[in-house]
C-alpha cells in the first residue's frame, strides 16, 4: 500500500543493492569531455519526459508552498485604514487615516522562514547563472578555470545555505507579534460614512485557511461558484483557499521528515556497514524489529503516546521511516569498506569520523537519493493517513488528508467538492515524487533497464 | 524470530512506558476526596503494576501477554484480547483475500511485460501500476464508496460493514456471499496499490532468468519459447515473489487501518484508531504487537515456504 515503500524497501533486499551505481555507464558521452557523475545522471534523467513534467509539478507545490500568503489571504496588501486615535485624558480625537500593510505585518514566522528560503533557492539560481560556461558541459574550460569556478560555486552554496540558517534561527528566536482579528470582508461592505478602509489591494484570492463565513446553514457546504470558486467546508472555510495552504503542511512534513529519517539511516546503516560483525547483526535485528510492526500501527502508536503537534508528528513520520534507508547505507558501507582508499585513509591513521563522514559517507549516500525520493511521497501518504484520521495536524491548519475528512460519510453525503480536489492533490504530489524516484533509479543505475 | 518478538515487545513497552503519566481525574479539593483518590490511584497503579520496578513491570506484562492477558480497555474496561479476539478475523480474511488479488494479477502483468520489454504493454503497464501505487488509498476509498456505494448515485454495493444485519436467518453459503458482497469495495481499495511492487519484482525475476544457461539449454532442445517461459521461467522467477510477501502483508495491514475506517468495518485498524484518539493505551499496545506478531508469522511461513520450493536453501 502506497503508505509503506516497499519500492525503495524492495531494492535494497535484492542482490542489486550490494552493486556499485554504474559510474561508467554510457561510453560515448566521454567524448564530450571531463564529466562528473551527477551531470551524467541528470542528463540520463532530463531525457524522460515524465520526469521532466514530474520535476515540474514539484517545483509549481514548491513555488506554492513559499507565495501562498500573497496568494490567498484575508488580509489586504495594503490599505488606508480610518484610526480612532484619543487624547491623553482619553477623549476622541477627529479620526485620521493611515497607510497599513495588513499581509506583511501579520505574516507568521512560518511564511518569514519559508521566504527566508525561497530566498536562498532564487539566490543559488543565481549563482548557478552567473556561473554558466554557456557552453553546455565543462568541456572547454580550462583547469584553473574550473578550479576557480568549484571554488566559488562551493562558496557561493555555503554563504547562502548558512545566511538561511541564521535568518531561520533569528526568525524563529526573534519577537513576532501577529494577532489580527479585524474582518475585512465585513469592512469592505461598510460604505460612505461608515467606511473605515479605503483603497485597499487583495490578494487574488480573498480567503486565509482558517477564515470563516458566518456560520449560517446557507454559507456552510456550499457548492462551488459565485464567492467561493471551489465550494466551502462544513466549517464555512473557502476550499480554494485552504487546498493552496495545505500544500505547505504536506511539503513541511514531507520533507522535514526525511530529512530526520535521512539522518537517523544514514548514521545507523554506516554503524552497521562499517562494523560489520556483531554490531551489523545486533542493528540488522533492531531494523527487523522496526519493520516487522505495521509503519500504521506503529505511526497511531507513537501518535497516541506523544501527541499530534505539528512538529511531534513530523519527528514521528521521520523516526519510523528511516529503515529503508539504513539498509541502504549498509549494503552501500559493505561495499565501500573493500576498497583501496578506505584501507589507504586507514593507514594513513585518520580519525574514524573522518574515514566514516568525509571519505565513506559521500560515496555511500548516491544510491539513497532515490529512497529518500521515495520516502518523501511516503511521508506525504502518512500525513494524510494520520490527518484523515483525524490524530493529525491539529485544526485549523489546513491538510489535505483532514480536507477529506471534512467532507463526512461518502456512504451517506458524498460532497464531491470536498472530496476530489484535495483527494487529487495528494495523489498528483504523490505520482510526481514517484516518478522522480523511479526516474532518478533508472538514470543512476541504467543496468536495470538496459537488460534486453 | 524469537529474539525479534522479544525485542518487539520490547520496543512497544518502552514507548508505551513514555507516554505521559496516568491521571485519575481530580479537582475536588476536601480531605475525603484526596484520600479516596489517593486510594484509587494506588489500586490503579497495583493494577498496572506500576509499583514495581521497570525491568519487572515488563517480565509482568510479558508474562501476561504470553497468556493472553493484554490488560483491561480503559474505555470499554474489557480485556484487550477479548476485545482484539472479536475484531481480528475480519481484518485477517480481508488482508488475505486483498493478498490473493494482488497476486493473482502482478504476476500475469508482470510476466507479459517482462516478455513485451520496452514495447508499448510494459511501458503502458509500469505506469499505470505506479499511479494506482500513488493514489492515496484515503481518496480512492471515498471515491469508490461515494460512487458506487451511495444510493444517490450508483449504489450498487453496500456502504457499511462487513455483513448484513440479518444474519441469523442465513445460510452459511449465504453469509459467505453476503460477507464477499461487502468486501468488494475494500478490498477494492486495499489491493489498487499492490500491484506495482509485486509486477515489478516479477518482470526483474524473468529478465534475470533468461540470461541463465538453463533457459539457452531448454531453447536449444527445441522447445518453443511458450514451454520455455512457463515451464522453466516462470516458475524460477516465482521466488522473489515468495519472500516479497513477507514485506506486503505488514502494509496491507496498515492499509487496512484506513479502509475499515472508511467502509465502517469494524475489525483491528478501526480498534487501533478508536483508542487512539480515546487515548486508551493497553489497546494500542495490544493490537500494535498482535500487528507485528501477524507481521513476524507471515515472515516465518515466508521462509518455510522458500525452503520448500527452493532445495537450495536450509536454514541449518
Redesign the interface.
Known sequence: ????Q??A??DV??PEAALPPAKQEGGGENREGRQTFWAVVGRAYWRGL?NRIATGWVVLILLLTVVVPFLANDAPYTAVMKHFPVDAAGNPLPPVWVREWPLFRDLTRVDWIWLAWGGVAVGYGLLRWTLRTGRGGRGGLSAEEEERRRYRHWMGTGILLAAGIVASIGIAVGKHEYLDSRDYHQLVRQQGNEAEMRDAVFPPLRWGYAQQEPLEAAKLFMEPGGDHLLGTDGNGRDVLARLLWGARVVLEIGFVSEIISLVIGAFYGAMMGYFVGKVDLLGM??V???????????L???????GRQLFMIMVIIGATGWTGIARFVRAEFLRIRQMDYVAAAKAMGLPLRNILFRHMLPNGLTPVIVSVTFGV?GNI?SE??LS????GVEPPTASW?AM??D?G????V?R?WL??A???M??LT??AY??IG?GLRDAIDPR?NK?? | MVPTLIGMTLLLFVLVRMAPGLTTGGGETGEMAKQAREAMEQRMKERLHLDKPLPEQYGLWLWDSVRGNLGTSIQYNESVWALIKERAPVTIVMNLISTFIVYLIAIPGGMLASVRRGKTFDVVWSFVTLALFSLPIIWVGDLLLAYLGNTHYLGWFPVAGSHATNTEWMTSVEYACDFLWHMVLPVTALTLGGFAYLSKLQRAAILDNLGLDYVRTARAKGNSGRVVMLRHVFRNSLLPMITASAGIIPSLLGGSVVVERIFSIKGMGDLLVTATTARDLPIVQGVALIGGVISLICLLITDIAYALADPRVSYE
Do not use: H, K, Q, Y
Not at chain 1, 288 to 298: K, N, Q, R, S
Open positions: 500500500m502506497s503508505e509503506l516497499p519500492l524497501r524492495g533486499v535484492g515524465l535485528r533492531f527487523e524489529i522496526v519493520e516487522a510492526v505495521p509503519l500504521l500501527f506503529l497511531i502508536t507513537v501518535v497516541a503516546v506523544f511521497a501518504v494524510s493517513i484523515f484520521l483525524g490524530i488528508g477529506l475528512a467532507a460519510d461518502p456512504g451517506v458524498f464531491w472530496a476530489l484535495p483527494g487529487l495528494i495523489f504523490v505520482f514517484n516518478i523511479e536495470l537488460i534486453e
